[in-house]
Structure formats: structure tokens, C-alpha cells
């Protein structure tokens, strides 16, 4: 391995990648030859850093120091006083965040991190960054000090649960797999990551795969499997990339193929890449896909345990459950039982999105409540705006109020509250979201990604998104909620699968907590947040209005005239409210009234 | 399927030699793989764009499985298409972050700037609008995704110079 003096990790998630994280890692390349630094300094690119809101983001290993915010053109004045003259270029250090660091704490207070301990401190793509950090020592553990049950063991008394969604007891789900008695037995990881707002394993497979593929080894000895599927998303290209170099190095060191270690258990692994279906990531409807067949779910039972891909006995759990494996069995399973609550043990990773101050991705320990991820973890509400909903556990959760902001965080709990954990994803709301727009988005979504099996979700999704549109509308009119509520219920009982079982949670509870702005848009043809369009009228406030004219040439449908440096005026009968006038107006000149 | 492979169109990528070179690698190179058939999809998907009926037809002859079963496979995953798109897709997130965001102003300005519908190609085969699922970079939020690369934070009034750009 080359020594170099120092590292530079420049973050190429995409949000970095958008504000040019390229462009810095070739200018910083050729600054590092036109200097003659490019033998002592490597650069490298990892996945996030941390935050990414402050634009590029760069770590210079070993001092630790965190840049961002520059572009290309600062690197060669950036090169030129950090790397040769040795001062810290104080304009583009980033302070306010500490550096993700173990030893040093937690990125943000109240995070504890598990499975994302890896990210950005290692490069993904060179397996011995990962053997430097006690990397494959936990699968060296397991296969001559413990014996396969004492794997299962381990993990069952450690209380971990699938980090999927449904929070079925792992090491439960491999004692059954390792029980059936047929041959070969397969491991699938389930990385098609659809939950729209969650990009929790995206982070995992990007930053650190080679945790993911331990904790499948691992897994894989544990229940006698012989081969394995990583199903990665086609959404997320870089994944794929990143899993195929770690599978690629880890056979090249022995850890995948035949005589693991000098023992003989052998194992494999390739990644299959899915062809953008949400359902696929349903287990039944993944090991279809695996397989080459439309990805439609199929009932349970037979269980994938007894009856999976190619017809074997298959364990399926999802990248953050592999990922949590490799630490249980090094550090124990009472280390990991001592975090979380009395049934959901050990941490959880949320991505925090929508109208907060920091959004982005943290790892918590279970048992937290909302108000601390929302308002301490993630800095509370963006513009000082009012805190309204919480949308949990993706299209198939449900929307939590202020109420439950002192909820511990488990799955019961979560399902008690009409959500669930779903994924992890958290989009927070503010007072500016429509919750009957909501319902209607995650119907949509559900209703496109319908896979059309069976009737109740193929036709049921359509006929409550067609009801809630009509609500949207302004059409909606007496009975509408009942007769909501009523198909909400028969498509839950009804459907085949989680997708169309879950579909109807977003209506069931915005329906719960928000039925107020249901009735507000039936009878008095209102939309209290001010967001459903045949609801609303815009007009310019006379006295405001500069003139600017940026909104009328921004208008796409032309609604709005006026003379320059005179105040304009919408044409309502012209106008399709789209709302852009509203966004690029720099005066707030442009109110907007229901 | 016969007839599919009898009268395949002058422009069908399997009328043009590197293409279809293309197509019978990818063939080759997963026919004894389980599950063969998304292997080899993908494979042409990703690098022709699209998958014609007599490609279909000709996949399903070569790995010796019934064409509804490729067909049906093509049909079912949105990342298959059967005609070619643009030069350039740009593809609107829809993610729950974007959508509140605002996503649905871009698509506005950008169907109202182009003329054309979400799903549908400029005339002169420039740009395709799609939308597309969460592609998880929800802190940028509103995205769009101009060929593989990300852009965050868009406001529509930026919009023009997007398209100017992709127009070269």
C-alpha cells in the first residue's frame, strides 16, 4: 500500500456531485501534479461527509480539517496555502459541524452511530480501508470461535429487528431458514430502496458496502446458504458500481468463494439491479424479479424461508439489518440490547426531509421521540414556520401530529400511532402543506406503482385517488369521507400484498388527525393550507409591486400584465395558480388567498 | 414473433450492425445466468435506450423463452422502454421532499418552455421530459435529473438556462 502524507475525501453523493464535486476532485488532481504533491497526497472520493447543505464538501485527512463551499477556481489558492505553506484557509473551514469522528462523538447531539459508522471516513472503493478499521474481523470471529447457532443466538439475543419496515426478528427469520431441511439455501439483501424521501441505504451501499456484504457472510454461515443477491435499485447507479468493485475485492481476499478462511464453507455473491418497480422491493415480488419474472408479489405462505429464489429456502432482510451484524457479533449482543427500547433494541437511521432546518440522514438510538429528532437533531422547522405533520414509514406509513411528538420511537409504538417504521424516512410539514394534497400525492404514487395483481389495489387505489382528486378539485361533495374511509378498509383487508395493504394508511391518518381540512375542502370549498389549486386565487398587492416584472416573464401561461415600474395585475381567468410568480417574486408582493 | 422478426423496420437497432453486436453480447454473456432475462434487459436497455418489439422478439428467440414472458418483463419495469427517447431526458423527481418542494412548478415551466407533455420527445428528438421516483437526494430538494446528473435547488426562473445548456 503507498503511503501518502496526507488524504483529501472529497464527498460525491449526489447533492455534492450537483454543486461540482467533480469539477473539485480534477482540479484538485491537477493541482496536486502542477505542484508536484501528487505522490504524498491522495484524493480520494466517499460518499457524505456530512450535511452537504454548504455546497462541496472536502475532508483533509490526517489533521481533520472540513472545507466546503468552494469551486474549482479556489482550489489551486486552497492547494497552495493548506498543502504547501501549511495554513488552514479559514474561508472555507467548515466549523459549525464537528468532524465525524467515533472518539470525538457523534456527528449531531443525540446521535449514536452503528451503521453509518463508516461513511465518509473510509474510501468505499479500496478494501483495505475497511480491513484497517477491524474490517471482516467479525466474519473471522464467527467462523472459528462460534458455531452456526451461536451465530443465531447472538443475533436473537441482540433484539435485532428487520431494518426493512416490518421489524421481524433477524436472528428469528435465520433460525428459520437454517431449519429447512433443503438445499442450496440463498441469501437476499433487499437494497431496492423506493420509499420516496429515504435514501438511508443508499448511504450504507455507497459509503461502506463492504459492512452489508460481512454482515450477509456472516449471515450466510449462520443458516448454511450457499449463494447470495444484493437487488439494488436501478435508481442508484453509484451503489451498484461501489457494491461490484467491494464484491470484486473481497473475492480477491478470500472472503467470498470457496474455503472462506481455510474453512469450508464456501460463498458467493453478485448484485442484480432492478428496472424501476416500487413493488420489487416487497420480498415476494423481489425474488420474482430476481429471477426474471415481472416483479408481482406472490402469498405467503410458503414463506421465502421454506419456498424463495429458484424455489429454496431464503432468507431475505434488508441493507441496514446486514450492516448492524458485523458490530453484534464483534461487540456482543448485550452491548447492542443495552440501546433502544424494551422491544426495538439497538439504533435506527431516519433520512430527515422535508421543511426542517438541517434535513439529511442520522442515526438515533431507538426509543427517541419525534421531538427530539425533529427539533434537536434536525434543528426544527425551516423559517421559523409552525410544526404541523410528520409523515413516517413512507407511502405505506401514516401522517403523526403534534400529539405524538412525545412518542417513543419503536415499532409498536409507531403502529399504535396509525404509522410505522417503515424504511426510515421522516418528512417533516409544515403549516404550509395541504394534508388532503398529501393523502392524494401517496396515492398517486401507490396508484402508478400498483403492479396490478390483485383487483382490490389495482382498482381500489385508483378509486380513492380519483375521490381525493375530486376533494382536491373543489368537487367534493357530502358522504366523499365515508365513502373514503370505506374503500380505505376494504383495500387494506383485501390486497395481496404490504404495497396495497399499507396504500390506504396516508388517508386512513390524515383522515384521522387532519379531517377538518377534509371538510373545509368539501363544504366550504376551501384549502386551509392554501396549496390545492382550484382552491386558491393569487393577486399582486398593488402598494408592494415594484414592477420588476420578473413574474410576468416568468408566467407560463401569460396571466400576468403591467407596464415596467407600475404595479401588475394577474388576469384570474387566465391564470392556472401553478404558483411561480409567488417563488420568484422578491418582494412578497404576491398574496395568495383560499 | 415471426412477424415481428420478418418485417423489422429500417431504423430498429437490430438493422444496424453495432447495435445489434450490442445486443448479442449481452446475450451471450448472461444466456447461462438464472434469470437471464433482466440481465440481458438491462444490459440493452442501458446501452441502446429502448427495446422495439422485434428486439423483444429476437431476445425471447435467443434465449428460448416465450416473448410474452420478455414482453411481459419490459412492460412491467418503468425503466424499460419500447421507443427510443430524446438526445437528452430531463427527469423530474417526485420524491415527497421534491413534490413539496416544489416539482410541480419546474414541470410547468419546463412543459410550457418545451410544448410538450410529461413522457413525450421534442420534435426534433432533443429532449425528453420524464418523471421519475426519489432519487434520494431529498436535502437538494426540488431536483431534477438532466441526463445522469443531479441538479438541486432549481427555481423555475433558472429553468431556461437548464435547457439552453443541454441544447448546447
Redesign the interface.
Known sequence: MAFYRSHVLVCI???C???GAHEIVDALQDEFVAQGLIDEIQVLETSRIGG??GGPEMMVYPEGFHYHGMTADDIPFLVEEHFLKGRIVERFREVSKPIVDEELGPLRPKEVRIVLRNCGQIDPNNIEDYLAIDGYQALGKALFEMTPEKVIDEVLNSGLRGRGGAGFPAGRKWRLTRQVNDNPKYMVCNAD???????MN?RVLEGDPHSVIEGMIIGAYAIGASYGYIYCR????VAVDTLNIAIKQAREFGFLGNNIFGTDFNFDLEV???????VCGEETALMA????????PNPRPPFPSVKGV?GKPTNNNNVETYSNVPQIISKGAAWYASMGTERSKGTKTF?V???VVK??LIEVPMGITLREIIFEVAGGIKDGKKYKAV?TGGPMGGCLTEEHLDLPLDYEALSQAGSMMGSG?L?V?DEN?CMVD?AR??MD?TQAES?GKCTPCRVGTRRILELLQKICDGKGQDGDIERLENLCYEVSRNSLCGLGQGAPNPVLSTLKHFRHEYEAHIYEKRCPAKVCRPLIHLTIQTPVCTGCT?CS??C??NAISGERRQAHLIDQAAC?R???CV??CNFNAISVES | MTRLLKEIPNNDPLNIAEQKTIIDNAIVQNKERPGAVMLVLNEVQGKIGHISPSMQAYIARKLNIPMGQVHGVVTFYSFFQTKPRGKHTIKFCLGTACYVAGVPQLIEKAKQMLNIELGQTTPDGQITLEECRCVGACSQAPVVVVDEEVQGRLRPNKFPQIIKRVQG
Not at chain 1, 193 to 199: H, Q, R, S, T, V
Not at chain 1, 234 to 237: F, I, S, T
Not at chain 1, 289 to 296: A, C, D, F, N
Open positions: 453523493d449526489p447533492e456531485l450537483a454543486k452537504c447543505s430502496e423506493g420509499d420516496p424521501g429515504a435514501f443508499r436501478a435508481e442508484y447507479p442484480r439491479v432492478g428496472a424501476g418497480a416500487f424479479s430476481i429471477m426474471g419474472k415481472r416483479g408481482e429458484w433520512a426531509g422535508g421543511n434535513p439529511g409523515q424516512g418528512v410539514m402543506s398529501i400525492f401517496f404514487f403492479c420578473v416573464r416568468n407560463p401561461v392556472i401553478c404558483g411561480i417563488q420568484v
